[in-house]
């Protein structure tokens, strides 16, 4: 039972859901106290990196979740009409197997993500016109996790939509699901360091705002860390890993320092 069983169906929350989880959590992201002391990177850093305005990226953002909502609304649609027993309650499974299409998911988004996401930075052409959109900014932050290209975020509703397939969840189970990795997304480009017992995403996945920073910011890391949003074993099997540790700014912050 979930609060909105009886108004409205799993498919349309599944729509907006992910929408407003983005929204509310990088707001929080922006809206918090000066966490000068928890950065990756510096003010002044940031303001001669990101020339990109903020009202750009947010517009940047709505689009690709227009396009999202769109393709999604599509799919359902032509999937509703294919099926008789479309108006039909959709029975829950029980929680263990909804567990592991949960693991599954994150297993093919991250296979989906890591091939893509590389392709797109070896294929000269994509890159220059289509995915070095994201790389505008050079030192990410909450609000522009989900700033792209608009074919790249097809490209991204695909993929997602992908993992819903091969996974077999449901639409319930597959609401969670995008609501998790939009919130997995933000953290990755938060551009924040915080201490153990507040870093939650940063003790449970080697994929954290630490490791995606490298592939944000300068020209050689581009190269490495491709991995999102959850593992990094694509890149150590492929030889794209760029090893790090994150060591404290003599001002103030922290700094990423690459080892190789």
């Known amino acids: 039972m979930v609060f909105w069983e009886g108004?409205?169906?799993?498919?349309?929350?599944?729509?907006?859901?992910?929408?407003?989880?983005?929204?509310?959590?990088?707001?929080?992201?922006?809206m918090l106290p000066p966490m000068e002391n928890?950065?990756?990177?510096?003010?002044?850093?940031f303001a001669a990196k990101d020339v990109v305005p903020l009202p750009k990226v947010i517009r940047g953002v709505l689009i690709q979740q227009l396009i999202q909502a769109i393709t999604l609304a599509s799919a359902m649609y032509l999937m509703k009409n294919s099926m008789e027993s479309?108006?039909?309650?959709?029975?829950?499974?029980?929680?263990?197997?909804?567990?592991?299409?949960?693991?599954?998911?994150?297993?093919?988004?991250?296979?989906?993500?890591y091939f893509v996401h590389r392709f797109m930075h070896t294929n000269?052409?994509?890159y220059k016109h289509i995915h070095s959109q994201h790389h505008t900014l050079v030192?990410?932050?909450?609000?522009g996790a989900l700033y792209a290209h608009p074919l790249e975020s097809l490209i991204d509703t695909i993929g997602g939509a992908t993992c819903f397939i091969v996974s077999g969840m449901t639409a319930?189970?597959?609401i969670y699901?995008?609501?998790f990795t939009t919130i997995k997304a933000i953290d990755l480009h938060s551009g924040?360091?915080?201490?153990?017992g507040f870093g939650l995403f940063q003790l449970v996945f080697g994929n954290n705002s630490a490791y995606h920073d490298i592939h944000h910011y300068g020209l050689r890391g581009r190269k490495y860390n491709y991995a999102q949003p959850f593992f990094i074993f694509w890149d150590k099997l492929l030889g794209t890993h760029m090893p790090y540790t994150v060591v404290e700014r003599p001002k103030g912050g922290f700094e990423v320092k690459l080892l190789a």
């Open 7 to 30: 108004y409205m169906s799993d498919d349309v929350v599944g729509l907006f859901a992910p929408v407003v989880v983005y929204w509310l959590y990088a707001g929080v992201h922006h």
């Open 38 to 45: 928890y950065r990756l990177h510096t003010k002044q850093e």
């Open 86 to 113: 479309s108006y039909e309650a959709e029975v829950q499974p029980p929680l263990p197997i909804r567990v592991g299409q949960f693991i599954l998911a994150m297993l093919v988004l991250d296979a989906w993500q």
């Open 124 to 126: 000269k052409f994509l």
């Open 139 to 143: 030192v990410p932050y909450a609000c």
């Open 172 to 174: 319930r189970t597959g």
């Open 177 to 179: 699901f995008s609501c």
């Open 192 to 196: 924040l360091w915080l201490p153990s």
